[in-house]
T-cell receptor, first 111, second 115 residues
Framework: RKEVEQDPGPFNVPEGATVAFNCTYS??????FFWYRQDCRKEPKLLMS???SGNEDGRFTAQLNRASQYISLLIRDSKLSDSATYLC????????????FGAGTRLFVKA | DTAVSQTPKYLVTQMGNDKSIKCEQN?????MYWYKQDSKKFLKIMFS???????INETVPNRFSPKSPDKAHLNLHINSLELGDSAVYFC??????????????FGSGTQLSVL
């Protein structure tokens, strides 16, 4: 089993749609979780951290379920500019600190 | 001002050559990294340095040698390049190591093509 697994997609959605991405991780001792965004031929950039209580940043909502070792990202009212690859990232455990990237989920938002 | 800058952006070379990629960060971070992103788009850590000291060395051939002259710089030298080394190499930095909530800041990448 891969340490961090994501549905590779691609997800093709119309503008204005709501889309959700899922990610699972294998190490129950993992400490922190993030979503990064990577545009084609560009570097990854931090989109948001993910907390157990769930967190929202504008149209983006991230959720963590530690019991199921599952992370999600919800994008509401998709924009053309949301087209990118979304990388699920898992850190830890502390002491053996290591950042693991998922392979990414590709999103295409179409007019 | 670019926070993490790496050069060159593109590197095309023949098998067997030796090449270097340079990276510098002006964020005042203590920790720097090299990541490799292959054709399948997996981002894998290669090395991590904290304050000029090597702290993570994944299973990377010893043809790859990182060098950190100071905590703001982490260069990557590759000897005897092979076809399989073709990938995008990203430099990154974070404020500290060992803090599991550390966020990474990436350079714009170096596309290495070995012919």
């Amino acid at each position: 089993r891969k340490e961090v697994e994501q549905d590779p997609g691609p997800f093709n959605v119309p503008e204005g749609a709501t889309v959700a991405f899922n990610c699972t991780y294998s190490n129950s001792a993992s400490q922190s979780f993030f979503w990064y965004r990577q545009d084609c031929r560009k570097e990854p950039k931090l989109l948001m951290s993910v907390y157990s209580s769930g967190n929202e940043d504008g149209r983006f909502t991230a959720q963590l379920n530690r019991a199921s070792q599952y992370i999600s990202l919800l994008i509401r009212d998709s924009k053309l500019s949301d087209s990118a690859t979304y990388l699920c990232v898992v850190n830890g455990p502390t002491g053996g600190f290591k950042t693991i990237f998922g392979a990414g989920t590709r999103l295409f938002v179409k007019a | 001002d670019t926070a993490v800058s790496q050069t060159p952006k593109y590197l095309v070379t023949q098998m067997g050559n030796d090449k270097s990629i340079k990276c510098e960060q002006n964020l005042g971070h203590d920790t720097m990294y090299w990541y490799k992103q292959d054709s399948k788009k997996f981002l894998k850590i290669m090395f991590s340095y904290n304050n000029k000291e090597l702290i993570i060395n994944e299973t990377v051939p010893n043809r790859f040698s990182p060098k950190s002259p100071d905590k703001a710089h982490l260069n990557l030298h590759i000897n005897s390049l092979e076809l399989g080394d073709s990938a995008v190499y990203f430099c990154a930095s974070s404020q500290a190591v060992g803090a599991s909530n550390e966020k990474l800041f990436f350079g714009s990448g170096t596309q290495l093509s070995v012919l």
